[in-house]
T-cell receptor
Framework: ETGVTQTPRHLVMGMTNKKSLKCEQHLGHNAMYWYKQSAKKPLELMFVYNFKEQTENNSVPSRFSPECPNSSHLFLHLHTLQPEDSALYLC?????????????FGPGTRLLVL | EDQVTQSPEALRLQEGESSSLNCSYTVSGLRGLFWYRQDPGKGPEFLFTLYSAGEEKEKERLKATLTKKESFLHITAPKPEDSATYLCAVQAGNNRKLIWGLGTSLGVNP
């Protein structure tokens, strides 16, 4: 595997379900991010982890719970979601600090909440 | 307020018809401007980073330029496989958070 991988690629869940999204980066980076991408909106940063420590939480509802067990893995645990949470969830990683803090993205998980 | 605006929202070109996409920004203390390409249902793919006014970078048919107020992504003799949404993002000040534009959806007809 190379780059940033995400599983599953597609997920359909009911509002009472609990599911988890997984992200793994193979780039040796130390920072990882969760983004939400909805139609007609710019990418919304949800969480940032640096060296496994959460450094940013952009007022995300508690029904989204991130977990970062090490610098290569990132999870997003989902429970009691709402239909408006349907979106493409993107994971990214970067080397921070560094001469170029470019973020590299995974393919995303397309989530549909019924 | 820091802001990134991309134009046009959508653009359709004929194969071989060169054009430019615009990303204008209003931020305090630009640290970097990033261009990404995104295909439907996929994650953004990194293209370029520009750090200072006057800087230019090229990759195949794409060339990115930067001024103090905006960046252009020039597409020379595009091909249908260049069809995608092109996203611009800016990093400013001491904040590592990226400020994103809404993107330009580019379609290239064969």
């Amino acid at each position: 595997e190379t780059g940033v991988t995400q599983t599953p690629r597609h997920l359909v869940m009911g509002m009472t379900n609990k599911k988890s999204l997984k992200c793994e980066q193979h780039l040796g980076h130390n920072a990882m991010y969760w983004y939400k991408q909805s139609a007609k909106k710019p990418l919304e940063l949800m969480f940032v982890y640096n060296f496994k420590e959460q450094t940013e939480n952009n007022s995300v509802p508690s029904r989204f719970s991130p977990e970062c067990p090490n610098s290569s893995h990132l999870f997003l645990h989902l429970h009691t979601l709402q239909p408006e949470d349907s979106a493409l969830y993107l994971c990214a990683s970067s080397q921070d600090p560094g001469p170029q803090e470019t973020q590299y993205f995974g393919p995303g998980t397309r989530l549909l909440v019924l | 307020e820091d802001q990134v605006t991309q134009s046009p929202e959508a653009l359709r070109l004929q194969e071989g018809e060169s054009s430019s996409l615009n990303c204008s920004y209003t931020v305090s203390g630009l640290r970097g401007l990033f261009w990404y390409r995104q295909d439907p249902g996929k994650g953004p793919e990194f293209l370029f980073t520009l750090y200072s006014a006057g800087e230019e970078k090229e990759k195949e048919r794409l060339k990115a330029t930067l001024t103090k107020k905006e960046s252009f992504l020039h597409i020379t003799a595009p091909k249908p496989e260049d069809s995608a949404t092109y996203l611009c993002a800016v990093q400013a000040g001491n904040n590592r958070k990226l400020i994103w534009g809404l993107g330009t959806s580019l379609g290239v007809n064969p």
